[in-house]
């Protein structure tokens, strides 16, 4: 019922930027927050950034001043404006959204994730 597509990925030099967004779409009453979490072979997925319905933002140490996390809450959609990127940040970008809905049995929050998008920095 819930769907999240996520577009922006790529190849990029060091120093490059890109914008990544992630749109959910489906039964959806309200979105509590929305995460972008990446994930390399062999590491952990890690906290990128969130931001919740209420604008507040976190941001993992390693992209403080480098990344900017919004979102557009009429549109269902939350942006990450990676900037001065680093070979380092190359990854596998997922985008996680907690979402609150109405069921049958009444109201639910649970989260989402969307399938992934590649971003590449070469050096």
């Known amino acids: 019922q819930v769907q999240l597509v996520e577009s922006g990925g790529g190849l990029v030099q060091a120093g490059g930027s890109l914008r990544l967004s992630c749109a959910a779409s489906?039964?959806?009453?309200?979105?509590?927050?929305m995460t972008w979490y990446r994930q390399t072979p062999g590491e952990q997925r890690e906290l990128v950034a969130g931001?919740?319905?209420?604008?507040?933002?976190n941001y993992a140490d390693s992209v403080k001043g480098r990344f900017i996390i919004s979102r557009d809450n009429t549109k269902n959609t939350v942006h990450l404006q990676m900037s001065s990127l680093k070979p380092e940040d190359t990854a596998v970008y997922y985008c996680?959204?907690?979402?609150?809905?109405?069921?049958?049995?009444?109201?639910?929050?649970?989260?989402?994730w969307g399938l992934g998008t590649q971003v590449t920095v070469s050096s």
């Open positions: 996680n959204a907690r979402i609150r809905r109405v069921t049958l049995v009444g109201i639910r929050a649970d989260d989402y």
């Open positions: 489906g039964s959806i009453s309200s979105i509590l927050a």
């Open positions: 931001i919740t319905d209420g604008g507040s933002t």
